[in-house]
């Protein structure tokens, strides 16, 4: 059998302010924008190329609105890796992308922790790549 992750739901409070942040400041593809009836949208994103999407799916009912930004109880959600951190550290800074804390090395790559304007917190992360054998 061959699987794969194809979508992750987000539940956010605007299907327009959700694409405009994903698509104009991250730098997202939109994949999809489908009308399903008078409120409510299929709308899928994702990163430039490819990977798993995002289906933004606009809150109905007092309890999704409740759980938009705390999808994990505080914890990161979603880990966007990049093959240049500096680059789209910078391009995210200038796009208004808050940064929760600063950028720092860590063992498995650097990383800095952003949240997207309805509170989902994101590692942007360039892994580590993997060091050399020590000569024998």
């Known amino acids: ?56 799916a606009q809150a109905d009912g007092a309890g999704q609105h409740a759980a938009i930004g705390n999808q994990t109880g505080g914890r990161v959600a979603f880990f966007l890796e990049t093959d240049d951190f500096e680059r789209d550290h910078e391009r995210f800074r200038r796009a208004g992308v808050r940064f929760a804390k600063r950028p720092r090395r860590e063992p498995y790559g650097t990383v800095a922790v952003f949240t997207d304007p309805f509170g989902n917190r994101w590692d942007l992360i360039e892994p580590a790549r993997p060091s050399s054998p020590a000569p024998t």
Do not use: C, H, N, Q
């Open 1 to 56: 059998m061959s699987a794969r992750i194809a979508l992750v739901t987000l539940v956010v409070p605007d299907y327009d302010a959700a694409i405009a942040f994903y698509r104009d400041a991250l730098g997202f593809d939109l994949l999809e924008d489908t009308p399903l009836g008078p409120t409510r949208r299929w709308v899928r994103v994702a990163p430039k190329g490819g990977g798993t999407a995002l289906l933004l």
